[in-house]
């Protein structure tokens, strides 16, 4: 929802342009982006799952909207359809909008779904 900061919400909001409004993007600790590549046993599901790890979540908190897997199931499947299309858009805006990132066609886009990860 936006209520707890992180260091440099407001600079990385900005990058998701017109979809601002809808979603946000949040990171890790800073110590976990740091160990994002440790093979510590002590690191693992805590670090960073990747050097450039990002979250974007959406800013609409009913229940539909929590879930990959429940996308849809209030305002049907083409309404869902449209929410995941529109937060792949927002990423890729992202990306491309971050300094030193590769291409999109070179990143990696994954959904959460829970409870079946940590």
């Known amino acids: ?17 017109e979809f ?7 990171t890790n600790r800073p110590e ?13 599901g805590k670090a960073s799952l990747s050097k450039r790890h990002l979250i974007l979540t959406t800013k609409d908190l009913h ?3 929590f879930n990959i897997v429940t996308f849809g199931l209030v305002s049907g499947i083409p309404a869902g359809l449209a929410k995941a299309r529109e937060m792949r858009a927002a990423a890729y805006r992202v990306a491309s909008q971050m300094e030193d990132w590769p291409a999109a ?8 779904c829970s409870p079946h990860t940590k």
Do not use: H, N, Y
């Open 20 to 26: 601002q409004d809808r979603f946000l993007l949040c």
């Open 1 to 17: 929802s936006g209520v707890t900061k992180q260091p440099m919400l407001e600079s990385r909001q900005a990058r998701l342009g």
């Open 63 to 65: 229940w539909e909207w």
């Open 32 to 44: 976990a982006d740091k160990m994002w590549e440790s093979e510590d046993a002590a690191w693992l």
């Open 105 to 112: 066609d070179q990143i990696g886009l994954f959904v959460v």
